[in-house]
């Protein structure tokens, strides 16, 4: 990819989408499948075809891949999974992508679709009271956002559960545990991280260095994040053969292109505990072999303190994009099955 890439022939985002889109499922006799459109936000909505004798659950389906790439193909077979095998009708947003559709568009989407349902939800054969919302890596951030903007309105029905899979959830540190020992892993290493970031941001790709060696943040933001964003809440035993880096030279330029990953909306972590504290019940799945696993761990903490309930499944041979190939039989992998039903147990709670 990065040949062509380098060789101008196509970007390396595109062949990504091309790839990911996978093979088109078979013909499903157990839903009714429908695109749609909540406000104008492409929406897939997958219905139950048995009768229900009272409302449904709904889940809000929002998919990871950066921001970049990812689709309702990509994430077929695990929105119908969960459709079927939780009894819910399941809305898959079909945010549009960046680079072409510039930052913040992804998450006003999903906002604008999650706000809609929880409005109709009972067109549907849906109870307003019992929605979820759930998504994998950016889409993990989407939900948190999500969560944390609706979660103390009132002139619409709360958000009954949160499921983050691996998320990402803050442009702060690079250099936690999890970014060390999982910095080479495949499909989502560190280096990778911090490029789709850019990527989905618009900005210059050459700000990866800096950024990952922390000349972005100045320290009066290190030292007001600290209290949220610091190895030593990791617990000991995920910070085996951990070395804490070197002090990073401060850049301003370098700080001032990138003032977007201070926001909530990028990094959740950031959120003041006023707004964390709102958030519904909670699951979180991290893997051991993903290099944004400590962004759970620390984002589970940040809840519990909150008082907010939080379910947490760690998945030991699990990975960054383990889920997306979950329903592809002999090519899933043994995490891929374990992390969706970590998910449908949960969503089944509710």
């Not at 702060?172 to 991280?193: C, D, G, I, M, Y």
């Not at 933001?221 to 990073?248: H, Q, T």
Request: aromatic share 10%.
């Amino acid at each position: 990819m990065k040949i062509l890439n380098h060789l101008g022939l196509v970007e390396e985002h595109i062949l990504i989408r091309l790839i990911t889109d996978g093979l088109p499922a078979c013909w499903d006799f157990q839903l009714f499948i429908k695109d749609l459109h909540f406000d104008g936000v492409p929406v897939r909505i997958y219905l139950p075809k048995e009768p229900s004798a009272s409302k449904r659950r709904g889940v809000i389906f929002i998919h990871g891949g950066c921001g970049i790439f990812g689709s309702f193909r990509t994430y077929e077979r695990i929105c119908r999974y969960l459709a079927r095998k939780s009894d819910s009708v399941v809305v898959s947003v079909g945010y549009h992508l960046a680079p072409e559709q510039k930052y913040p568009a992804q998450t006003l989407e999903c906002l604008t679709a999650t706000q809609h349902f929880l409005k109709t939800a009972e067109t549907y054969g849906v109870d307003p009271a019992r929605i979820i919302v759930c998504g994998d890596s950016v889409g993990g951030t989407f939900t948190a956002t999500v969560c944390q903007e609706l979660g103390h309105r009132t002139d619409i029905p709360k958000i009954r559960a949160q499921v983050l899979i691996y998320p990402y959830l803050q442009a702060l540190n690079f250099n936690l545990p999890s970014h060390q020992k999982n910095a080479a892993v495949a499909f989502l290493t560190r280096e990778r991280a911090v490029r789709y970031i850019l990527k989905y941001l618009n900005k210059d790709c050459s700000l990866k260095e800096p950024i990952l060696a922390g000349s972005h943040v100045p320290e009066s933001i290190n030292s007001k994040y600290r209290k949220w964003i610091n190895p030593d809440l990791i617990p000991d035993a995920f910070k085996v053969g951990y070395k804490p880096p070197l002090p990073a030279l401060f850049s301003p330029q370098v700080h001032q292109e990138v003032q977007e990953l201070f926001e909530p909306r990028v990094s959740p972590l950031l959120a003041e505990d006023a707004v964390v504290c709102g958030v519904p019940d909670t699951c979180i799945v991290t893997c051991e072999h993903d290099v944004l696993r400590d962004e759970g761990l620390l984002y589970k903490k940040r809840l519990e303190d909150n008082n907010v309930r939080v379910t947490w499944h760690h998945v030991e041979k699990g990975f960054h994009s383990a889920l997306g190939f979950f329903g592809y039989g002999i090519f899933s992998f043994p995490s891929s099955n374990i992390i969706m039903n970590h998910a449908v147990d949960f969503i089944k709670g509710y």
